[in-house]
C-alpha cells in the first residue's frame, strides 16, 4: 500500500469550555491556562490553551488517515512553536516527505495559518 | 540553574470515565476505545485507550518539574510502545541523561511497571 501524499486534516476550536474540559481530565488547572487575570501578567501576555489540545490534532490527522492503530507504530517528534489563545481555531495535518514511504512533516495551524506546533511523524 | 536529575512523576487512573471524557473533547469515538464488543474482534484484543491520555503524563511531569511554559522550549520525540488498557494506572516521569544540561529520557508506564511510551524530552 502506498502511503497518501497529505494526512486528512482535523480541527478544532479551542475555547473556554474545551480548556475547562482538558483541565478536568487531567487535573492541570495552572492558572496560566485558567486566569485570564495571572495570565495576563505573565511572559506569556494571557491565557495560552494547554499544549496537548492542539498536539491531538496530529493525532486526529493520523488516525483519520491510517486508523487508530496507528499510534502504535508512529514516532513523533514535536515542538511547540507559538501559544494558542482563547478561541483560537487549530488544525492540524501533515505531507510526506518527497522520498519517503511513510516520513510525515506533521503541523498544527492556527486560523491565521500561523504554525503552533511542527515536527516529523515517522511511520512504521 | 542546574536541571533536575529527576521529573516530579504525574499518575492517572485510566478509566472508562476517562477515555469518555477525553472523547468527548477530542471527537474521537472511534469503537476501538469505546466498544468492548467491537475492540475484542481486532487485532488489539480489546479497548484501549486514546494514546494521547498517556503522553499526557509525560507533559504533566515536565510542567510539574518546570511550570507550564516548558512546553514552548520542548522538543519532544516519543513512541508508543504498549497499549493502555482500561482501569491501568499510567505515570509519567523522565531522568536527565548523563553529561547533558537538559535532556531527558522521558516516559510513561503501568501499574505493572511495563512502558507505555518511551522517548526524549529537550528542553532549551
Redesign the interface.
Known sequence: MTNPGELKQAS?LINTA?IA??A?????Y?P??MDAEFAAK???GGI?A????S??LI??AL?ATFG??V??R???????TK?VRVDDVVTGGGSLREGTSGDYDVWVKNQNGETVIKGSAVID
Chains 1, 2 share one sequence.
Open positions: 478544532k474545551a474540559q482538558y478536568a481530565i487531567t487535573d492541570d495552572n496560566i491556562h505573565t511572559e506569556m495560552i494547554h499544549g496537548m489540545l498536539l491531538n493525532w486526529q488516525s487508530p492503530d499510534v502504535t508512529t514516532v513523533l517528534d514535536v515542538r511547540f501559544p
